[in-house]
C-alpha cells in the first residue's frame, strides 16, 4: 500500500533498479540466494560492482502486511546481497510509528554510515529521521515522505498521480474510437493522499478523451476482501461500463473474483502497482485484465544503490554530478502482453 506526496524529481525507468555508478551494496551475507527461481529487480545488473569503501546500511522498514511491502524488503535484501563492501543492518519492521522510531534510533546508536527508511507515517518519523541527519547520518527516505527536506539527503519513490496519467491515456487510447464510452474506478484508501492523487491523475488523463465519461467510482481498502465486495456493488450499480481502472492489484484479486461470480467480461480493466498475479492473468490474455501500471517495488533496490553512493561519496553513473540527486521520482509504466514478459522478474507475490 504505497504512499508518497512528491509528484517531483529525477525520473527513472520503473522496472530496472537505478545503476547509480558505484551507488550499490552488500549484504546481511554475500551468500547468493538459495532460491533459483527468485528474480527480483536485485537481479537487475550494476553499474560499479568494483568494491570500494566498506559501507554499513541501515534499513528500516514497516510491516510487510501487504504484497508491495513484503516486496520492499525483498528487493532491499537481495539487491544489498551483490556487492561484498556494504553491510546491511535490518530491523523487523512495524507499523507502530513509536517502534518503528525505536528501531531507526538503535541504527543511529550503531553508528550506521546511511540510513534507508520507509516510514509507517512519513510526518511521524520525520523527528528521527532529522536527529539521523543531525548525527551526520544521511538518510535515503524511501516513498513515503518526511514533512522536511531536512530530514533526508535523497528522497525515492513512486509517482501516484503518474500512475493515474497512465491508467488513464491507456484506457482512453483503446476506448478513442468508441462513441459514448463508459469507464468506472475502484480506488484505494480514500483518506490517504496516495488514492486521491492516483484519482486526480486519472481524471486529468480522461480529459484528453472527450467521449469518454467516468460513471461510477468505489473505494476498497487494498485488501483481497474489499476488493471482491467493492467490486461486486460496482457490478450490480452498473450493468454496462467499457472499462475500469483499479488502483491496486492486491485488491483486485478479489476484484476479479467478483467479475467471473458475476460472468461479465465485457469491458477490459487495468490494475496498478504491478503484481505478479496481474502480470500472469495479462500473459495468460483470457480474462478482462489487459494491463497494470507500475508502482515498482525495484525502488527499494534503487535505495540501496543510493545509500551506497552516499557512503562511498559518489554520484551516479552516467551523469555529470558530483552528487547523487535529491529527489528520484520512478515513473509509472504500464505492463500489458506486449511488455508483460520483461517486466515479470520484478512481479511481487
Given amino acids: 500500500m504505497p504512499e508518497t506526496t512528491s509528484r517531483r524529481g529525477l525520473i527513472f525507468g520503473a522496472a530496472a533498479a537505478v545503476t547509480a555508478g558505484g551507488l550499490l551494496t552488500a549484504c546481511t551475507s554475500n551468500e547468493p540466494s538459495d532460491k533459483s527461481d527468485d528474480k527480483k529487480a536485485a537481479d537487475q545488473p550494476v553499474a560499479d560492482e568494483k568494491k ?51 528501531q531507526v534510533e538503535t541504527l543511529i546508536n550503531k553508528k550506521v554510515d546511511v540510513l534507508v527508511v520507509l516510514p509507517a507515517d512519513g510526518k511521524a518519523l520525520t523527528q528521527v529521521g532529522l536527529k539521523a541527519m543531525r548525527a551526520g547520518i544521511p538518510v535515503v527516505n524511501l516513498d513515503r515522505i518526511f514533512n522536511t527536506p531536512q530530514a533526508y539527503r535523497c528522497w525515492i519513490g513512486g509517482d501516484n498521480y503518474g500512475m493515474g496519467l497512465s491508467a488513464g491515456h491507456y484506457i482512453g487510447e483503446q476506448l478513442k474510437d468508441k462513441k459514448n464510452a463508459r469507464v468506472v474506478e475502484l ?32 473505494a476498497a481498502e487494498f485488501t483481497v476482501e474489499s476488493g471482491q465486495a467493492k467490486m461486486s456493488q460496482l457490478l450490480q450499480a452498473q450493468k454496462n461500463f467499457d472499462a475500469l481502472w483499479n488502483h491496486d492489484d492486491d485488491q483486485g484479486v478479489g476484484a476479479l473474483r467478483a467479475i467471473k461470480q458475476a460472468g461479465r467480461d465485457d469491458f477490459l480493466m487495468v490494475g496498478g502497482a504491478g503484481a505478479l498475479s496481474a502480470f500472469e492473468e495479462i500473459k495468460q490474455g483470457r480474462g478482462v485484465l489487459k494491463a497494470t501500471v507500475l508502482y515498482p517495488p525495484t525502488m527499494a533496490a534503487s535505495a540501496i544503490d543510493l545509500a551506497r553512493a552516499l557512503g562511498q561519496g559518489k554520484g551516479i553513473s552516467g551523469m555529470a554530478e558530483f552528487e547523487i540527486p535529491a529527489h528520484v521520482t520512478l515513473y509509472s509504466a504500464v505492463v500489458d502482453k506486449k511488455n508483460v514478459d520483461q517486466y515479470m522478474p520484478t512481479g511481487f507475490k
Fill in 52 to 102: 570500494g569503501k566498506q559501507v554499513t546500511i541501515g534499513f528500516a522498514g514497516p510491516q510487510a502486511d501487504h504484497g508491495w511491502l513484503n516486496a520492499i524488503n525483498d528487493n532491499a535484501k537481495e539487491r544489498a546481497k551483490k556487492y561484498a563492501d556494504v553491510t546491511l543492518e535490518t530491523t523487523e519492521g512495524s507499523n507502530d510509528t513509536a517502534a518503528q522510531i525505536g
Fill in 187 to 218: 480506488a484505494g484508501l480514500d483518506n490517504l493522499e496516495l488514492t486521491k492523487q492516483r484519482t486526480e491523475g486519472f481524471d486529468a488523463a480522461l480529459k484528453n478523451y472527450p467521449n469518454i465519461k467516468k460513471v461510477a467510482r468505489q
